[in-house]
């Protein structure tokens, strides 16, 4: 089968959630199929586009640098232009001319984020099947919730409601939609047609879950996060952990650490870290398996966002019990306490910690029952199983 691949950036190095299904997806179609990709270019993906396509056997590959920055301007611009932002800072006509002409021949077009469906050619007489990595509209209003400044609040519920409308608008115009169960649940509910949906999931290093068991007695009082500590979410959720949490946890457990793994962390995290003992900053790891073995829990603070987190689903592969909230846990089929701690309140954050940290037989739990899920629910080979049912 002939597919057109279209996605927003290159997906390498994948050390990111949306980069590493990206990744998976493309290096599993160009094995079996005839696939010619498609992609923006952003940051640094410059540096390395050599390396990736020497990594990935494609029939044919074409790319385009594009930097629209996120500014009043723009905003400003993509209300002229009736279009979110984020599909006005996508768009470049010598790119969607690109694509019209790579399209031709073409059995499938796969939308890897909505971000691309733009690039859609009119008229394409083949399959248009759109990949959801998350819905989009959720996590802007979950944003919008708990912005305290009234004028960023009305923004973001603004523009929240431009993406809900434009998904909505995509979803229906795609014959084939790729989506997690939380998202499938909360696009059917715009009055999308269910039997349009295919689920997926979104998965980390699936090795993790062959590796030998955690040990609880060969750890350390530690903590571990990871996690893009420029995107705004996790920005946001380190900033409530570490301001209202991390207090409380070193009270109870006075030689705590906490690891927090990501590069070039923002400001405000920095700030939020400032004269407080036990927070190290690691930079970039590119093996975890240091840092899973000598923390006892893996935390996940996440407040607002949408999607299935490849971080919870990476730690619980790993099997180091999780602590996370409503927002990280969602799309994953857990129970409290059985597979990870789900708390949204600060002190059942903290309580769970300082449970799991000093109580072997409740870490054992969760630290053996969320691996088991694991290796049982969530694995590419169901992912790919379903891509295929999406392609044909």
Known sequence: MKILFLSPQLPFPANTGGTIKSYKL???LAKNHELTLCTLLKNDDLNHKKQFQEKVELVDYSSLSINVPRNIVNFMLSIIHLTPLNIFRNYNKIFLSI??????????????????????PEGFSGKVVLHQHN?????????????????????????ALRIKKYEKKICNSSNQILAAPNDIELLTSLGIDKRKFALTYHLGNEDYSNMPNLKFDSSQNA??????LSWEANIDGLEWFLNKGWSILKKQIPDLKIYIIGKNPDTRIIEAAKNKEGIIFTGFVDDLEEYFNKCKVFIAPLRFGSGMKVKVISAMSRGIPTVTTTVGAEGIDVKHMHHLAVCDDIQLF????????????????LSVNSKQLIQKQYTWNNVFKNVELAIS
Not at 135 to 159: Q, S
């Open 26 to 28: 493309i290096e599993y």
């Open 99 to 120: 694509v019209k002409n790579k399209s031709k021949g073409q059995d499938v077009i796969f939308i890897d984020h909505y971000l691309m469906y733009q690039y859609v």
């Open 223 to 228: 903590i571990m996060y990871v996690g893009t």
């Open 135 to 159: 819905t989009e509209f959720i996590m802007w209003k979950r944003f919008a919730e708990i912005e305290p400044n009234l004028i960023r609040k009305t923004i973001l519920y603004f523009e």
């Open 350 to 365: 903290t309580d769970s910690i300082v449970s799991l940290i000093k109580n072997k037989e409740q870490w054992e739990i």
